[in-house]
Structures are given as structure tokens and as C-alpha cells.
């Protein structure tokens, strides 16, 4: 899995009160197990929740970079939940990142569509992502994955083969069986989830530092999160 460069600032990133390592692979999976590390302590990718001030400190920094921007979301205002907004300080090859995923919400949309941002150890805005997950009147659903403003990729899901196809993923050990035991999600949000991550971070992206693929990774924050490592575990 690749990732698309961020972090937060030191005042942000910091592990004390509020931080909660997020669950890993359970023994169906292949992803290594133990806890999460604070960030910046190993060269094994990690995610750690942030909680409490931090996470609405990084959720206050972002919405102001992103107005002094001009950053316009291609979702309605009204459907994108700032009070929901999920924080992870993140270590991915050695650099740090903070993202901060805020849900998207109401009419069509189900989970995990989100409108996320990657703030690097300056405290700057590196890089902002889009995803919408919109259920159709025909039953499909529809995926649209923006980056930066322009639209990277695009799929149809019809969450009937997914469903059907649950049991035998389960038997088969595949990677919905992992992200569904790793996430604790059905067939077809995990479908979605491979999907979305599959096609957004299958483009090509030059970072000044470390690839990280805010859509994929916001993704799954927006459901609950997992560590990075288990995940990848997945893949």
C-alpha cells in the first residue's frame, strides 16, 4: 500500500491523553500483531488515533488552511460532518502525518465517504482528498475519489455480488475476509474499501517525501481505523 505525504505538528502529534491505538488483525488475518507505537518510534508503519484537544486542535488547523486556500469540497457543505472529524498521527517509511477525515453524511451517502486532509510536520497543508460512496435508485453504488480538487478515479459496485460473495471470501482468507475481520465490517463495505483503495492510490503521485495514499487511509478512519500494519496485512 502506498500512502500520498502529511503530518502534523509536534504540539498535534504528540501520544498522551487522548490517543488510542487503534485494533489490530485478528488471527484469520495475516498482519502482524501487538500494539500500536506512538508514531515516529518504529519504521513499521502506524496509526494512531488522536483524541480530545489534539484532534479538535489538527480539525481547527485544517478547516482554517483549507478556507485560506480556498479549498471547496465537491460535496455539499451540509452533508460534510466537521463535529465527527476522525485525527490519526501517522508514520509511514520514517515520516510523520496527521490526517484529519471529516464523514460525509445524508441523502445517498454511506460509509466510508469522506472529505480528508494530510498536514505535514510544519503544520502545512500537504494534500486533501474526496471520496463519495452514493447508493443509486438502480441498487449500485457509485464511487468517486477526488484528489486535490480533480477527480482520479471512478467505479460501480453492485453490493448484491458482494454479499453473495461473503461466505466463500471468508473461507477463502482473501483480503475482504481480513479487512472484514480487521475493521469489523460486512462484505460490502470491505468490497468498497478495496475498491476505493485499489483504484485512488493505483495513480501515479510525486510527494516531496513519503507516498501516502490519504484516500485509502481515510477510508478506513472514516468506519474506525485499524493500525496501518494490520491493514497492509490485508493487501
Known amino acids: 500500500m502506498t500512502l500520498n505525504t ?13 490517543v ?25 508503519p502506524e496509526m494512531v488515533q488522536l483524541d480530545g484537544e489534539a484532534s479538535a486542535a489538527a480539525a481547527s488547523l485544517v478547516t482554517a488552511l483549507a478556507q485560506e486556500a480556498g ?14 472529524a476522525k485525527v490519526y498521527a501517522l ?34 497543508l500537504s494534500q486533501y482528498s474526496e471520496s463519495t460512496v452514493e447508493e443509486r435508485e438502480d441498487g449500485l453504488i457509485e464511487l468517486n475519489t477526488y484528489r486535490d480538487g480533480v477527480i482520479i478515479h471512478s467505479a460501480e459496485v453492485d453490493p448484491s455480488t458482494l454479499s453473495a460473495g461473503q461466505l ?20 460490502v463495505v470491505a468490497g468498497i ?23 485509502c487511509i481515510a477510508g478506513f478512519a472514516t468506519i474506525g481505523g485499524a493500525s496501518i500494519t494490520a491493514v497492509m496485512g490485508c493487501f
Not at 510523520?96 to 466510508?112: C, D, L, R, Y
Open 168 to 187: 466463500s471470501a471468508a473461507k477463502a482468507g482473501n483480503s475482504t475476509a481480513c479487512l472484514m475481520a480487521v475493521l469489523g465490517v460486512s462484505a
Open 91 to 124: 508514520n509511514v517509511d520514517g515520516v510523520n502525518a496527521t490526517s484529519v477525515t471529516f464523514p460525509i453524511e445524508g441523502s445517498n451517502f454511506v460509509q466510508p465517504s469522506n472529505v480528508s486532509y494530510l498536514l505535514d510536520e510544519a503544520g502545512h
Open 20 to 44: 488510542q491505538p487503534q485494533a489490530q488483525a485478528t488471527e484469520e488475518c495475516t498482519a502482524p500483531s501487538g500494539n500500536v507505537e506512538s508514531a515516529g518510534t518504529s519504521d513499521v
Open 6 to 18: 502529511g503530518v502534523a505538528t509536534a504540539a498535534i502529534t504528540e501520544v498522551a491523553p487522548g
Open 71 to 84: 479549498i471547496v469540497p465537491q460535496t455539499p457543505a451540509e452533508f460534510v460532518n466537521h463535529e465527527g
Open 193 to 215: 474499501l478495496l475498491v476505493l483503495c485499489g483504484g485512488s492510490c493505483s495513480v501515479p503521485v510525486t510527494p516531496p517525501t513519503a507516498a501516502i495514499c490519504i484516500a
